[in-house]
């Protein structure tokens, strides 16, 4: 077995051959799972200098919840509406390996370092999002088997637009007219 700090390593390098070598290890399930829930973790305690301690909890499951319709989002469309002919795998499948792509939301953890104010943090939160989305291109483009780059930018861009109009509603919904 591969240690999950290596693993996130090259998931954040965006080593396309990791994906080829978790495919088949039975520890990976477990990793990947960790991978996103330390991602939210990190977004979580990231925001918590600038908000207070009461959006930690908040803030992680926001971001847990936004990264499994990412994925399920861009897992559907990228085996279903996308694929090329030798896209073989099934939307689980896919979940489990690009849960890896979330590694670099690690680095949201620098948010909570006091002094670094709200424009900091902000500049963190986009470079995490920007590193994650390049990621998760890889991951897919080698998930999917795809021969370019294209069609994984297509399925990450879709489902991201589909998760942020799904948050968008549940938002909405919460307050309906504040949006908090």
């Known amino acids: 077995m591969k240690t999950l700090g290596a693993r996130m390593i090259r998931a954040a390098k965006c080593d396309g051959s990791l994906y080829d070598e978790i495919k ?7 990793q990947a799972s960790i991978v996103v829930v ?5 977004a979580g305690v990231g925001i ?5 301690i009461g959006d930690f909890f908040l803030k992680t499951l926001q971001t847990m919840m ?3 319709i990412w994925a399920l989002a861009t897992a ?15 939307v689980g499948t896919v979940i489990r390996l690009i849960s890896f792509a979330s590694a670099p ?13 709200s424009t900091v943090g902000g500049f963190i939160i986009g ?20 021969t370019t780059s294209t069609r994984a930018v297509g399925a990450c861009v879709i489902g991201w637009t589909a998760q942020y109009f799904v948050m968008g509603i549940l ?10």
């Open 48 to 52: 918590v200098l600038q908000t207070g």
């Open 38 to 42: 330390l991602s939210a973790v990190a």
């Open 105 to 117: 939301g690690v680095i949201r953890l620098l948010g909570a370092i006091p002094g670094l104010g």
């Open 66 to 68: 936004e990264w499994y």
């Open 76 to 90: 559907v469309v990228g085996t279903r509406v996308l694929q090329e002919p030798k896209t073989r795998t099934d």
């Open 24 to 30: 088949t290890d039975r520890y990976a399930p477990a």
């Open 127 to 146: 470079v995490a999002s920007i590193w994650t989305l390049g990621a998760m291109v890889v991951a897919v483009r080698k998930t999917l088997n795809y």
């Open 171 to 180: 938002v909405s919904l919460r307050d309906p007219v504040s949006g908090t």
